[in-house]
Nanobody
């Protein structure tokens, strides 16, 4: 399974971006899907996760109220809508998939599949 993340870019503080993560070669309908990010010289951290049904999403406290995760199982794609972006959101964003639930993904980095990452840069 390959996860292809896209949608990153350069945006000013307060702006918005929408990330997409498309899965190829296999349906991820039964998988929890989520996003992580890694800033320079920092550890990879959890951002958001959604169950296979799209319900009960989990968010990191730092993005609650600003980011929204969603998925389209028919398109095998998960999205991350990022609003009110801040310079501290600057990082490489990775999508991930696991057969475990969103709660587990929010507390662990050992997911079954990872995307290649897309750079998000927020200027002040």
């Amino acid at each position: 399974v390959q996860l292809q993340a896209s949608g990153g870019g350069l945006v000013q503080a307060g702006g918005s971006l929408r990330l997409s993560c498309a899965a190829s070669s296999r349906t991820l309908r039964d998988y929890t899907m989520g996003w992580f990010r890694q800033a320079p010289e920092k550890e990879r951290e959890f951002v958001a996760a959604t169950s296979w049904s799209g319900g009960s999403p989990y968010y990191a406290d730092s993005v609650k109220g600003r980011f929204t995760i969603s998925r389209d199982n028919a398109k095998n794609t998960v999205y991350l809508q990022m609003n009110s972006l801040k310079p501290e959101d600057t990082a490489v964003y990775y999508c991930a998939a696991t057969l475990r639930g969103p709660w587990y993904m929010s507390r662990n980095n050992n997911n079954d599949y990872w995307g290649q990452g897309t750079q998000v840069t927020v200027s002040s």
